[in-house]
């Protein structure tokens, strides 16, 4: 039940404001003055505060001035019989959700405190999900190894240069890429990764610049291209060493002109992207072959970045191992298992020739297969080596 307090000095307001909101079933409290108002809130979690401007005291607007300089953080709605547009736009411009003048119209009334309470459900559903997103992104490991890529990431990020992340697969290039554009002045735009392996060669070019319509068979209608979609923010180009000659001579365009074409169409188009870019292939051997353009690497790889694999950073899987079942536990709504010492020491023996997504997976078939306390014997069991 969302619970509402209403701050105002007439009695009668906040008794007609009290019946008509518990009707609709909102568990309401009272406060008389906006001193009172503001320690209910410090010491209270409430959802939504009705509060009035002109009160003894402390009036509305330092009430909501303070409230929103504290943890706790509702809603407001502010009402008052001596309301103006310019008190309106003050209030709103200080954070309140809205205006509403005296007496208040009921419909409106009810109806903007749904909207204000939706409204709190999907920032407290959005800082979760906030949270979530950044403890899954999140580097773990204290090796040297893993502490080089950190301290690269953290000159880098701040920049627009571009990075080529090189690594074996399952390392986590993606994850290092993630952290740069979290980590850059670019971090509020689009975030736009491309698996370049995953698309045909035939399909790649419209992928990445978009098409018109009537361009070929299926293009039913215009599209935009990862380049656009990314404007502003940062494309990964993941696998790059897979792209197709023709795509990567567009690539190279777009990086020199930040300029590019639809696929059927003529018109220039500004984008402004930064480009991460990753390959498990040596690039220098692949242009070698006269697979990649050495002209495009160049142009990708003004920072190197080198993922470690697994086996070269080994002391860092007991941090790894800790995080992995957390994350599992909290996945799958279970207590968090333990695991002996003993089994983290023969995890530590292993190759681990798929890195860490394969130290992932084998955790969660421990979790799930496992006894209460992951032992050696449970690895004996469920574990490929």
Known sequence: MPKILIIDDEKVIRSTLKEILEYEKYEIFEAEDGEKGLEMIKNEDFDLVLCDIKMPKMDGMEVLTKAS?????????????????????????????????????????????????????LVQETKVLKKKLSKKLDMVGESKAISIVKETIEKVAPTDARVLITGPNGTGKELVSHWIHQKSNREKAPFIAVNCAAIPAELIESELFGHEKGSFTSAVKQRQGKFEQANGGTLFLDEIGDMSLS???????????????????????????????????????????????????????????????????????????????????????????????????????????????????????????????????????????
């Not at 709103?92 to 405190?113: E, S, Y």
């Not at 188009?269 to 990649?292: M, P, S, Y």
């Not at 050495?294 to 080994?314: A, G, N």
């Not at 394969?358 to 979790?367: C, D, F, Q, S």
């Open 69 to 121: 300089e504290l943890s706790k953080q509702p809603q407001f709605i502010m009402i008052s019989a001596h309301g103006s547009i310019e008190t309106a736009v003050e209030a709103t411009k200080k954070g309140a959700f809205d205006f509403i003048p005296k007496p208040p119209d009921l419909n409106r009334l009810l109806l903007t405190v749904r909207n204000a309470l939706d409204k709190k459900d």
């Open 247 to 385: 795509a990567q001579a567009k690539v190279l365009r777009a990086l020199q002109e930040h300029k590019i074409t639809r696929v059927g169409g003529d018109k220039d188009i500004k984008v402004d992207v930064r480009v991460l870019a990753a390959t498990n292939k040596n690039l220098k051997h692949e242009i070698a072959e006269g697979n990649f353009r050495e002209d495009l690497y160049h142009r990708i790889s003004v920072i190197l970045i080198q993922v470690p694999s697994l086996k070269d950073r080994s002391e860092d899987i007991p941090l790894l191992v800790d995080k992995f079942l957390g994350d599992i536990a909290g996945e799958y709504g279970t207590a968090k298992k333990e695991i002996d010492k003993a089994a983290i020491q023969k995890l530590q023996e292993f190759p681990w020739t798929g890195n860490i997504r394969e130290l992932r997976n084998v955790i969660e078939r421990l979790v799930i297969l496992g006894g209460k306390s992951i032992s050696t014997e449970d690895i004996k069991k469920y574990a490929d080596y």
